[in-house]
């Protein structure tokens, strides 16, 4: 095989191994679609109901709204609660306080069983060397000696 087919077929393994990582960690990734679809269903599950934008009144004044966030909205001693999603559903969702409650509940076990993960995965291997990395009895780097 001559030197320019083995850099060819170098570069192709090269660029191939490069696609398949890029890949593989894209498809561990939520697309902004896919996040804002699981916080919509997580807003009918609280008890928001979806208002369609479904006529050309509807959908300007959706427009007029800031897009993927919460407004209030008093209407004599009640408060709802308006999240706008002008790409996914075309939509409102409108809830009252109750409902922003049990989505706001969720929000905070979702972020704890998150924290929990992430704290579970930090001390998963034991045969980690610390020690490697200029860590050990406390970080003595560049940012100073040690407070952790």
């Given at each position: 095989?001559?030197?320019?087919?083995?850099?060819?077929?170098?570069?192709?393994?090269?660029?191939?191994?490069?696609?398949?990582?890029?890949?593989?960690?894209?498809?561990?990734?939520?697309?902004?679609?896919?996040?804002?679809?699981?916080?919509?269903?997580?807003?009918?599950?609280?008890?928001?109901?979806?208002?369609?934008?479904?006529?050309?009144?509807r959908?300007?004044?959706l427009?007029?709204?800031?897009?993927?966030?919460?407004?209030?909205?008093?209407?004599?001693?009640?408060?709802?609660?308006?999240?706008?999603?002008?790409?996914?559903?075309?939509?409102?969702?409108?809830?009252?306080?109750?409902?922003?409650?049990?989505?706001?509940?969720?929000?905070?076990?979702?972020?704890?069983?998150?924290?929990?993960?992430?704290?579970?995965?930090?001390?998963?291997?034991?045969?980690?060397?610390?020690?490697?990395?200029?860590?050990?009895?406390g970080?003595?780097?560049?940012?100073?000696?040690?407070?952790?």
């Amino acid at each position: 095989m001559s030197i320019g087919i083995k850099r060819a077929l170098s570069h192709l393994y090269a660029g191939s191994a490069l696609l398949l990582v890029a890949s593989t960690g894209l498809a561990g990734c939520e697309s902004v679609h896919d996040q804002i679809t699981d916080k919509e269903n997580s807003l009918a599950a609280a008890g928001f109901v979806a208002r369609p934008a479904n006529n050309p009144e509807r959908q300007l004044m959706l427009q007029k709204l800031p897009p993927n966030r919460f407004l209030q909205k008093s209407f004599g001693d009640h408060m709802l609660y308006i999240y706008s999603d002008p790409k996914v559903c075309n939509c409102l969702y409108v809830g009252n306080q109750a409902a922003y409650g049990r989505y706001m509940s969720y929000v905070q076990a979702q972020n704890l069983a998150d924290q929990q993960q992430m704290t579970a995965d930090m001390y998963q291997d034991a045969s980690w060397n610390w020690g490697m990395w200029g860590w050990g009895g406390g970080w003595g780097g560049p940012w100073g000696g040690g407070w952790w």
